[in-house]
């Protein structure tokens, strides 16, 4: 399976990644990817980006060493009511939305107080990934997490970061295999992303695409297998 794209990473704005975009899109031309997306952390995220860094993303270039670069945020949901730490950003303006759930931005409640914060937070149209939905600490009830992003049109992430040993989330691999399972029972699509915080990671999919295969997981449900139908996902819910 050949990924043409990797939607989630953090420059040193992120406060605790150590690459800037410059040498994330020399890195990713390297490698052959078609396209990233810059996704620095919300302010909401101790050490963060501050505002004024999504609110100049205009500056950046539609393209880098013959990268596209989409211009995105990681947002931090901060209530159980899905709210995230946008109040003082404009999410029309961002290509790429992950909602995370983070552990220093809000304390998990019950499976269900949990399920819901990212069901909710898919109500915001500009939302169009659901980032890292895999650790035990912050457990999911899979089945309603998928149908909802399956209704919503909302991808949901598999985190190689996430997949990795030493990982410092929980139960990651059990965790994919049930979402998938889920993912192919209601037809919802997923992304596979690196989630690098530095340069070197970025276009690092291996073990999420070892644990695709391993599922038999089918490509049509994979966002950034091409371009094109990457593109298609992220837009659909903005009108």
């Not at 997306?37 to 980006?49: F, L, Q």
């Not at 947002?75 to 946008?86: F, H, K, P, R, V």
């Not at 220093?104 to 399920?115: A, H, I, M, R, S």
């Not at 939302?127 to 457990?139: E, L, M, Q, T, Y």
């Amino acid at each position: 399976m050949r990924l043409v794209a990797d939607c989630h990473f953090h420059t040193v704005s992120s406060g605790h990644a150590y690459s800037t975009l410059d040498e994330y899109a020399r890195e990713a031309s390297m490698k052959g990817l078609e396209l990233i997306a810059m996704t620095d952390h919300g302010p909401a995220m101790p050490g963060g980006a501050h505002v004024y860094h999504f609110h100049n993303l205009k500056v950046i270039p539609d393209y880098l060493y013959e990268v596209e670069i989409l211009k995105g945020m990681e947002a931090n949901i901060i209530g159980m009511d899905g709210s995230l730490d946008t109040e003082k950003i404009d999410p029309s303006q961002l290509d790429v939305l992950i909602a995370s759930f983070h552990l220093p931005c809000l304390k998990p409640g019950t499976v269900q107080e949990n399920t819901m914060a990212l069901i909710r937070a898919m109500n915001n149209k500009y939302v169009n990934i659901i980032g890292h939905p895999d650790d035990s600490r912050i457990p999911l009830d899979y089945d309603e997490l998928v149908r909802a992003a399956a209704e919503n049109n909302v991808l949901l992430e598999i985190n190689n970061s996430s997949l990795k040993a030493g990982s410092f989330r929980i139960n990651t691999k059990e965790n994919y295999i049930r979402l998938l399972d889920c993912c192919v029972k209601h037809r919802a699509m997923v992304i596979v992303n690196s989630d690098s915080h530095i340069h070197t990671d970025i276009g690092e999919l291996g073990e999420a695409v070892s644990l695709l295969r391993k599922v038999g997981f089918p490509k049509d449900l994979v966002a950034n297998t091409s371009i094109e139908r990457l593109k298609k996902n992220l837009v659909s819910r903005r009108g």
